[in-house]
C-alpha cells in the first residue's frame, strides 16, 4: 500500500514518514502527493504569526486544547526558522508543546530547515496537504513573524492571528506598515502586563484608520493571558466568526484560486531546476561549468545559458 | 554605447538607470551583466548585519566616512526587508545617510523589495556587481539580520561585520547557534550603554569555547560608539586585517568558487522559471491552468508535469 493510502486510512505513522520524505525532498514525495490531493480541502488552517517573544507556543497549545474540547483533531505546524537571531529561543519554546504529545487527536509537525528545495513556504504546504488528508480538521500554522518567508507561509491560512505584547514600545510605531495587512485577527497577549491596554487601543486605532469597507471583515483586537489560559474561549470563538464570514463571503473562492496559483508557480520553479540539476549531473557537467568559472573562462550569466540550450537540445534529440 | 560601456567609463547616472532596470527585472540586463562582468572583481565587499536597533545605519555611515578619508570610493547597498515588522524603522534609519549624498566618491542604493524573480540576495549581488564595474573600491551591503534571505545577502561579502547592543539581555543566548558562524568581526555598538561589557565579554567567551584552529581567522569583539565615532577607527583596521588575511591565506580562493556556484545555481533557477512563464504566456496556458486547477480537474503538481512536457516537445518541434 502506498504512504498515500495509508495516510488515506489515518495511519499516523504514515503520515509522519511522508513528512520526513518531504523534508528530505525525495522524488517519490511527488506522486503521494498527488494521491492525496482529491481527497484534501477540508481542514481549516489557521496562521499564528508575530515577533518572537509574544508567546505564540503557550497561545497555539491553549488553541489547540480548545478545539479539543470542541472534538475537533488539530495538526500543528511549528515553523523554527534557522535565523541566526532567533533559532536557539524559538526551539526552547517548542518544549512546552508536550501536554498533548499522548493525544492521538493532535498531530505537532516542526520545521527547522528550509528543504533543499523551494523553501519553508513549499514544505509547510505540503506538510499541511498531509494533515489534511489524514483528517484534521483544524491545522494551526506558527511562524515567528520577521521575514518574507514568514510572511508567505501565513498566506497558506484561512486565518491568520497576529500576535502582539506590550511593552515592545516603539515597535509598534515601526511594524505599522505591513502588520494591518496581513491580520485577520489581532492578539494582545501577556495581558496582564503593564501597558497592554495601551498597546490594544493603539493597536484599535490603528485599524480604524483604515475605513471598514462595506462586505469586508474588520478584524478585532482581542486580549489573551496564554499562559493562565484567559481569553482563550474569546480567541476561538473569533476564529470561528471569521471563518463563518470567510465561508459565507465568498472570500474562500478568491483565497483558493491564489493559493492554487501560487503553489503551481513554486512546483514549476522547483521541478524545472530539479530537472536542470539532473541533466547537469547524468552529463558531468558540474564540474566543468564549475571550472570554466572559476578560471574566468565564462560568467555565470552565459554558463546558464549555455547548459540550458544544451538541455533543450536533448530534449529535441530525444523525441 | 550600451549601459554596460556607459558604467565602465565610471557613468554614474547609467549605474543607476542600470540598477533600476535590475529592479525592474528587465531582460536586457542579463547581457549588461556579462560585459561588466570580466571588468569585475577588484571591490572589496564588506557586509553589516545584526538586530533591528543595533545602530547599524549610523555605523555605516562613519565607515563609509572612514574610507573615504583613506581615498576610496565607497558604495552602499541598504537592504530594507519589506518586512512588516521591520520595515518601518529601518526606512526611517535612512534618512541619516544623507550627508554623504554630495559627495560623488559615495554611491548609496537601497534595496527595499525582493525583486519580481530571484530574492533579494540576487538583486544585491547583480547591484553590487555594477558598483564594482563602476570603480567602487569597498562595496559596503547593510541588512537587517533577521531571517535567512538576509544571512545569503551576508555570504556576498569578504568580510562580515556582526552588529548587537548591550541590553538585547537573553537574546544573547538566544541568538548563540547561528551568530557565531557568520561573523568575521563582533562589534557591539552603543557601547557607552550599561552592559556593553558584559555583551561583549560573553560574545568573547562564546568565540574561545570554539577552538581556535590554526590557519584560521580568529573574530575578535570591536566596541563602537557609532554615534560619537568612537571606535571607528579600529574597526576599520580591524576590517583591513581580515581583509589582509583573508587575501594571502587562500580563502578568497574558496570564496570565489562557493559565490561562482551559488550565483549560477541562483541564475539557472530563475531563467528557467522565466522561460516558462513565458512559453505559458505565449501559448494561453495560463488561464487554462488556472482554470483546471480551480475547477478541480487537476492538481498542481500534474499541472506542472503537464506545461514542462509540453515545453520540451515544442522546443523539440523547432529542431
Same mark, same amino acid.
Given at each position: 500500500m502506498s504512504l498515500a493510502e495509508q495516510v488515506l486510512e489515518g495511519n499516523i505513522r504514515a503520515a509522519a514518514r511522508l513528512m520526513r520524505d518531504i523534508d528530505d525532498d525525495r522524488p517519490q514525495v511527488i506522486d503521494e502527493l498527488k494521491r492525496l490531493y482529491p481527497h484534501t480541502g477540508s481542514a481549516y488552517i489557521i496562521g499564528i504569526t508575530g515577533p518572537p517573544g509574544a508567546g505564540k507556543s503557550t497561545l497555539v497549545d491553549q488553541l489547540t486544547a480548545s478545539f479539543r474540547n470542541q472534538g475537533k483533531k488539530v495538526g500543528v505546524v511549528a515553523i523554527d526558522p534557522t +535565523?541566526?537571531?532567533?533559532g536557539g529561543a524559538i526551539l526552547g519554546d517548542r518544549?512546552?508543546?508536550?501536554?498533548? +504529545?499522548? !493525544?492521538?487527536?493532535v498531530f505537532i509537525r516542526s520545521l527547522a530547515t528550509r528543504g533543499a528545495l523551494g523553501g519553508l513556504s513549499r514544505s509547510t504546504s505540503d506538510v499541511a496537504l498531509v494533515m489534511d488528508a489524514l483528517g484534521m480538521d483544524i491545522i494551526i500554522i506558527e511562524t515567528v513573524g520577521v521575514g518574507q518567508d514568514e510572511v508567505d507561509i501565513v498566506k497558506e491560512a484561512h486565518t491568520t492571528c497576529v500576535v502582539m505584547v506590550p511593552g515592545l514600545g516603539d515597535d509598534i510605531q515601526a511594524i505599522k506598515a505591513g502588520i494591518l495587512e496581513i491580520g485577520d485577527i489581532f492578539v494582545v497577549n501577556?495581558? !496582564?502586563?503593564?501597558g497592554a491596554d495601551r498597546t490594544a487601543r493603539e493597536l484599535s486605532n490603528m485599524l480604524d484608520m483604515r475605513r471598514a469597507v462595506e462586505g469586508k471583515w474588520n478584524p478585532r483586537v482581542m486580549k489573551t493571558e496564554a499562559q493562565r489560559g484567559t481569553g482563550i474561549e474569546d480567541l476561538t470563538n473569533e476564529i470561528l466568526a471569521h471563518r463563518a464570514f470567510f465561508l459565507s463571503s465568498g472570500t474562500i473562492n478568491e483565497f483558493l484560486r491564489e493559493r492554487n496559483q501560487r503553489h503551481f508557480m513554486g512546483i514549476l520553479r522547483d521541478t524545472l531546476f530539479k530537472k536542470a540539476l539532473l541533466f547537469m549531473a547524468d552529463n558531468n557537467l558540474c564540474i566543468r561549468v564549475e571550472t570554466d568559472m572559476n578560471n574566468h573562462r565564462i560568467d555565470p550569466y552565459s554558463a546558464v545559458e549555455k547548459i540550458i540550450s544544451k538541455m533543450m537540445q536533448d530534449s529535441a534529440d530525444r523525441v
Amino acid at each position: 500500500m502506498s504512504l498515500a493510502e495509508q495516510v488515506l486510512e489515518g495511519n499516523i505513522r504514515a503520515a509522519a514518514r511522508l513528512m520526513r520524505d518531504i523534508d528530505d525532498d525525495r522524488p517519490q514525495v511527488i506522486d503521494e502527493l498527488k494521491r492525496l490531493y482529491p481527497h484534501t480541502g477540508s481542514a481549516y488552517i489557521i496562521g499564528i504569526t508575530g515577533p518572537p517573544g509574544a508567546g505564540k507556543s503557550t497561545l497555539v497549545d491553549q488553541l489547540t486544547a480548545s478545539f479539543r474540547n470542541q472534538g475537533k483533531k488539530v495538526g500543528v505546524v511549528a515553523i523554527d526558522p534557522t +535565523s541566526p537571531f532567533t533559532g536557539g529561543a524559538i526551539l526552547g519554546d517548542r518544549i512546552r508543546m508536550n501536554r498533548h +504529545s499522548c !493525544d492521538e487527536g493532535v498531530f505537532i509537525r516542526s520545521l527547522a530547515t528550509r528543504g533543499a528545495l523551494g523553501g519553508l513556504s513549499r514544505s509547510t504546504s505540503d506538510v499541511a496537504l498531509v494533515m489534511d488528508a489524514l483528517g484534521m480538521d483544524i491545522i494551526i500554522i506558527e511562524t515567528v513573524g520577521v521575514g518574507q518567508d514568514e510572511v508567505d507561509i501565513v498566506k497558506e491560512a484561512h486565518t491568520t492571528c497576529v500576535v502582539m505584547v506590550p511593552g515592545l514600545g516603539d515597535d509598534i510605531q515601526a511594524i505599522k506598515a505591513g502588520i494591518l495587512e496581513i491580520g485577520d485577527i489581532f492578539v494582545v497577549n501577556k495581558a !496582564d502586563r503593564e501597558g497592554a491596554d495601551r498597546t490594544a487601543r493603539e493597536l484599535s486605532n490603528m485599524l480604524d484608520m483604515r475605513r471598514a469597507v462595506e462586505g469586508k471583515w474588520n478584524p478585532r483586537v482581542m486580549k489573551t493571558e496564554a499562559q493562565r489560559g484567559t481569553g482563550i474561549e474569546d480567541l476561538t470563538n473569533e476564529i470561528l466568526a471569521h471563518r463563518a464570514f470567510f465561508l459565507s463571503s465568498g472570500t474562500i473562492n478568491e483565497f483558493l484560486r491564489e493559493r492554487n496559483q501560487r503553489h503551481f508557480m513554486g512546483i514549476l520553479r522547483d521541478t524545472l531546476f530539479k530537472k536542470a540539476l539532473l541533466f547537469m549531473a547524468d552529463n558531468n557537467l558540474c564540474i566543468r561549468v564549475e571550472t570554466d568559472m572559476n578560471n574566468h573562462r565564462i560568467d555565470p550569466y552565459s554558463a546558464v545559458e549555455k547548459i540550458i540550450s544544451k538541455m533543450m537540445q536533448d530534449s529535441a534529440d530525444r523525441v
